[in-house]
Protein backbone atom coordinates (compact mmCIF):
# COMPACT_ATOMS: atom_id res chain seq x y z
CA UNK A 1 0.00 0.00 0.00
CA UNK A 2 1.21 3.43 -0.43
CA UNK A 3 -0.16 6.61 1.74
CA UNK A 4 -0.74 9.93 -0.56
CA UNK A 5 -1.03 13.47 0.64
CA UNK A 6 -1.46 16.21 -2.05
CA UNK A 7 -0.44 19.98 -1.17
CA UNK A 8 0.53 23.33 -3.04
CA UNK A 9 -3.10 23.88 -3.61
CA UNK A 10 -4.25 27.23 -2.87
CA UNK A 11 -6.30 30.50 -4.23
CA UNK A 12 -4.75 32.09 -7.57
CA UNK A 13 -5.34 34.43 -10.31
CA UNK A 14 -5.93 33.59 -13.83
CA UNK A 15 -2.74 33.62 -15.68
CA UNK A 16 -0.60 32.54 -12.55
CA UNK A 17 1.07 29.12 -12.15
CA UNK A 18 1.20 26.66 -9.55
CA UNK A 19 2.70 23.74 -8.47
CA UNK A 20 1.01 20.99 -6.97
CA UNK A 21 2.79 18.11 -5.04
CA UNK A 22 2.02 14.59 -4.05
CA UNK A 23 3.67 12.51 -1.37
CA UNK A 24 3.79 9.01 -1.02
CA UNK A 25 4.61 6.86 2.17
CA UNK A 26 4.44 2.98 2.30
CA UNK A 27 5.01 0.77 -0.57
CA UNK A 28 7.98 1.38 -2.83
CA UNK A 29 7.06 3.91 -4.89
CA UNK A 30 9.10 3.46 -7.73
CA UNK A 31 7.04 0.59 -8.21
CA UNK A 32 3.83 2.72 -9.01
CA UNK A 33 2.17 4.47 -12.01
CA UNK A 34 1.06 8.20 -11.17
CA UNK A 35 -2.00 10.26 -12.34
CA UNK A 36 -3.49 13.20 -11.27
CA UNK A 37 -7.65 13.76 -11.47
CA UNK A 38 -9.85 16.90 -10.21
CA UNK A 39 -13.31 17.46 -9.81
CA UNK A 40 -15.38 20.36 -9.55
CA UNK A 41 -18.55 20.62 -8.18
CA UNK A 42 -21.01 19.10 -9.65
CA UNK A 43 -18.88 17.50 -12.34
CA UNK A 44 -17.37 13.62 -12.78
CA UNK A 45 -13.63 13.50 -11.49
CA UNK A 46 -11.58 13.91 -14.54
CA UNK A 47 -8.32 12.87 -15.52
CA UNK A 48 -5.38 15.62 -15.76
CA UNK A 49 -2.07 13.96 -16.37
CA UNK A 50 -0.02 10.60 -15.79
CA UNK A 51 3.01 8.98 -15.34
CA UNK A 52 4.76 5.75 -15.60
CA UNK A 53 6.47 4.03 -12.58
CA UNK A 54 10.01 4.95 -14.22
CA UNK A 55 9.25 8.44 -15.73
CA UNK A 56 10.03 7.41 -18.91
CA UNK A 57 6.28 8.39 -20.59
CA UNK A 58 3.64 10.89 -19.64
CA UNK A 59 0.25 12.17 -21.04
CA UNK A 60 -1.82 14.81 -20.28
CA UNK A 61 -5.18 15.44 -20.88
CA UNK A 62 -6.52 18.01 -23.98
CA UNK A 63 -7.78 20.44 -21.44
CA UNK A 64 -4.41 20.84 -20.18
CA UNK A 65 -2.15 20.29 -22.60
CA UNK A 66 0.46 22.46 -22.83
CA UNK A 67 -0.01 24.21 -19.74
CA UNK A 68 0.35 20.78 -17.67
CA UNK A 69 3.99 19.19 -16.68
CA UNK A 70 3.73 15.76 -14.62
CA UNK A 71 7.14 14.75 -13.04
CA UNK A 72 8.47 12.70 -10.38
CA UNK A 73 11.46 12.53 -8.02
CA UNK A 74 11.61 8.65 -6.85
CA UNK A 75 14.38 9.53 -4.81
CA UNK A 76 12.01 11.90 -2.96
CA UNK A 77 8.84 9.58 -3.46
CA UNK A 78 7.00 12.45 -4.75
CA UNK A 79 5.69 13.55 -8.34
CA UNK A 80 4.65 17.08 -9.22
CA UNK A 81 1.79 18.87 -11.19
CA UNK A 82 3.15 22.27 -12.42
CA UNK A 83 0.44 23.74 -14.64
CA UNK A 84 0.92 27.72 -16.19
CA UNK A 85 -1.90 29.99 -17.67
CA UNK A 86 -4.26 28.42 -14.89
CA UNK A 87 -7.69 29.15 -15.98
CA UNK A 88 -11.20 29.81 -13.92
CA UNK A 89 -12.29 26.59 -15.19
CA UNK A 90 -9.06 24.91 -13.83
CA UNK A 91 -11.05 25.37 -10.29
CA UNK A 92 -11.58 21.83 -8.58
CA UNK A 93 -10.28 19.87 -6.19
CA UNK A 94 -7.07 18.04 -7.18
CA UNK A 95 -6.42 14.33 -6.46
CA UNK A 96 -3.10 12.04 -6.61
CA UNK A 97 -3.74 8.61 -7.44
CA UNK A 98 -1.18 5.09 -7.34
CA UNK A 99 -1.42 2.20 -9.76
CA UNK A 100 0.65 -0.59 -9.09
CA UNK A 101 2.64 -1.42 -12.56
CA UNK A 102 5.82 -1.44 -13.81
CA UNK A 103 4.78 -0.51 -17.48
CA UNK A 104 2.69 2.92 -18.43
CA UNK A 105 -0.20 3.77 -16.66
CA UNK A 106 -4.40 4.01 -16.41
CA UNK A 107 -6.29 6.90 -17.97
CA UNK A 108 -9.03 5.86 -16.06
CA UNK A 109 -10.05 6.72 -12.52
CA UNK A 110 -10.77 2.77 -11.92
CA UNK A 111 -7.39 1.96 -12.39
CA UNK A 112 -5.79 3.23 -9.47
CA UNK A 113 -6.03 1.82 -6.15
CA UNK A 114 -5.06 4.44 -3.87
CA UNK A 115 -5.86 8.08 -3.65
CA UNK A 116 -5.07 11.15 -1.49
CA UNK A 117 -7.14 13.22 0.20
CA UNK A 118 -7.54 16.06 -2.46
CA UNK A 119 -5.90 19.95 -2.27
CA UNK A 120 -8.56 22.81 -3.54
CA UNK A 121 -7.47 24.73 -6.31
CA UNK A 122 -9.59 28.40 -7.08
CA UNK A 123 -8.75 30.54 -10.28
CA UNK A 124 -10.02 33.77 -9.76
CA UNK A 125 -10.62 35.68 -12.98
Known amino acids: QVQLIESGGGLVQAGDSLRLSCSAS????????IAWFRQAPGKEREFVAS????????NNADSVKGRATISRDNAKSTVYLRMNSLKPEDTAVYYC??????WGYGLRAGSYDYWGQGTQVTVSS
Open 51 to 58: ISASADST
Open 97 to 102: AAEKRR
Open 26 to 33: GDTFSAYA
